[in-house]
């Protein structure tokens, strides 16, 4: 089972920039696709994006054009890149590959 383990999260002004960072315990983002979730207080985990063995990325609505998924695969890295943030982005957030789950890091944005 690979561990996944979140880091990048705190505390931006509404308009801010973030980059969460997602590492894998082995090699397995050269293999299968990976994806970005989050979950606000009181809502439901929800699909921010992913990203295929291929590169290819897909985002929610709420986030497309402001939020990047990369990826390094020599450092069994996935990337969350997070510009213009908005309040309603406070979540916590979460990466996931095939059946694993991180443990997830809290992103806050407010004034």
């Known amino acids: 089972q690979v561990q996944l383990v979140e880091s990048g999260g705190g505390l931006v002004q509404p308009g801010g920039s973030l980059r969460l960072s997602c590492e894998a315990s082995r090699s397995i983002f050269s293999s299968y696709s990976m994806s970005w979730y989050r979950q606000a207080p009181g809502k439901r985990r929800e699909l921010v994006g992913t990203?295929?063995?291929?590169?290819?990325?897909n985002y929610a609505d709420p986030v497309k054009g402001r939020f990047t998924i990369s990826r390094n695969n020599a450092k069994n890295t996935v990337y969350l890149q997070m510009n213009r943030l908005q309040p309603d982005d406070t979540a916590v957030y979460y990466c996931?590959?095939?059946?694993?789950w991180g443990q997830g890091t809290q992103v806050t944005v407010s004034a």
């Open positions: 996931k590959v095939l059946d694993a």
């Open positions: 990203i295929s063995v291929g590169g290819t990325t």
